[in-house]
């Protein structure tokens, strides 16, 4: 089992950039895909980006490509997403998750644990 921690929110004007943080428990973290998804309230949940086991590979959505990159660190059981170019758009909810799979997966179903989310708030 993995237990999932985000930080790293809070609020930044348009333009702005944000790092979060998913640090996870367990010593198999590599051996989980991990992904970022974000969620408006009333809206479903959205993915955002996720990264291959090994870090060498990454998936994002369309809008978010470009201006996100996600990546993990191994060694500090811990996965990134540094978002530059904010946009009031991108305010949501930002959760971490993890799936035992592929990195491929985009939807939330397909993911086995999740954090319990971190805010992120962007002004105009």
């Known amino acids: 089992q993995v237990q999932l921690v985000e930080s790293g929110g809070g609020s930044v004007q348009a333009g702005g950039s944000l790092r979060l943080s998913c640090a996870a428990s367990?010593?198999?973290?590599?051996?989980?895909?991990m992904g970022w998804f974000r969620q408006v309230s009333g809206k479903e949940r959205e993915f955002v980006a996720s990264?291959?086991?090994?870090?060498?590979?990454?998936y994002y959505a369309d809008s978010v490509k470009g201006r996100f990159t996600i990546s993990r660190d191994n060694a500090k059981n811990t996965v990134y997403l540094q978002m530059n170019s904010l946009k009031p758009e991108d305010t949501a909810v930002y959760y971490c998750?993890?799936?035992?799979?592929?990195?491929?997966?985009?939807?939330?179903?397909?993911?086995?644990?999740w954090g319990q989310g971190t805010q992120v708030t962007v002004s105009s």
């Open positions: 998750a993890a799936n035992s799979r592929t990195y491929y997966y985009t939807f939330p179903y397909q993911y086995d644990y």
């Open positions: 990264v291959i086991q090994s870090g060498d590979s990454t």
């Open positions: 367990g010593r198999t973290f590599s051996t989980y895909a």
